[in-house]
T-cell receptor, first 115, second 111 residues
Framework: DTEVTQTPKHLVMGMTNKKSLKCEQH?????MYWYKQKAKKPPELMFV???????INESVPSRFSPECPNSSLLNLHLHALQPEDSALYLC??????????????FGPGTRLTVT | ELKVEQNPLFLSMQEGKNYTIYCNYS?????LYWYRQDPGKSLESLFV?????AVKQEGRLMASLDTKARLSTLHITAAVHDLSATYFC???????????FGTGTSLTVIP
């Protein structure tokens, strides 16, 4: 199984809503990532979890809150978002630096629209 | 600040022609990746380059890495319409699992 799954595929939320994005992998990978991608732009790294601990936070606003309940799951909790947060949110996983080439596998993404 | 730059940003080429996309990065890295992204879709891994002088080929695409020059190339041979997509390079930093993407090259192959 070389698949990273993400739910939901599409999400529309108001600025006062609370919602969560979910990401799952069963490849035994120990590093998981959240990226944000705006139209016609490259993905921007948001968070990295390594061995279920947050290792990198790229100065992301606190209205985005990541969570890694176990080695297979990664959540992104959303609260009080702004319209400019509308984007494609991509999850990825990799074996981890210590385990070799650390190739990333990307999920299909969640298309988020904030109204 | 790490910079990963690609050129060209936009590329329109005729079927059957050859072209090269360049990826320059500003800091030492031992890992360089190439991805393809179709409109509205996620990223598909194309190549992983792990050492100076590495060359990988798959079909009409060939990638190479020169770590001393901090340069990677993606060469397209005899382009076909199916290659139309956006291509990203990405650099992984030594310190950890940090991946930074290039600016992207939007490729359109014209029949």
């Amino acid at each position: 199984d070389t698949e990273v799954t993400q739910t939901p595929k599409h999400l529309v939320m108001g600025m006062t809503n609370k919602k969560s994005l979910k990401c799952e992998q069963h490849m035994g990978h120990r590093a998981m990532y959240w990226y944000k991608q705006k139209a016609k732009k490259p993905p921007e790294l948001m968070f990295v979890y390594s061995y279920e601990k947050l290792s990198i936070n790229e100065s992301v606003p606190s209205r985005f809150s990541p969570e890694c309940p176990n080695s297979s799951l990664l959540n992104l909790h959303l609260h009080a978002l702004q319209p400019e947060d509308s984007a494609l949110y991509l999850c990825a996983s990799s074996p981890g630096r210590a385990r070799g080439r650390a190739e990333q596998y990307f999920g299909p993404g969640t298309r988020l629209t904030v109204t | 600040e790490l910079k990963v730059e690609q050129n060209p940003l936009f590329l329109s080429m005729q079927e059957g022609k050859n072209y090269t996309i360049y990826c320059n990065y500003s800091t030492t890295s031992d890992r360089l990746y190439w991805y393809r992204q179709d409109p509205g879709k996620s990223l598909e891994s194309l190549f992983v380059l792990l050492s100076n002088g590495a060359v990988k080929q798959e079909g009409r695409l060939m990638a190479s890495l020169d770590t001393k020059a901090r340069l990677s190339t993606l060469h397209i041979t005899a382009a076909v319409h199916d290659l139309s997509a956006t291509y990203f390079c990405a650099v992984a930093l030594r310190a950890g699992n940090q991946f930074y993407f290039g600016t992207g090259t939007s490729l359109t192959v014209i029949p």
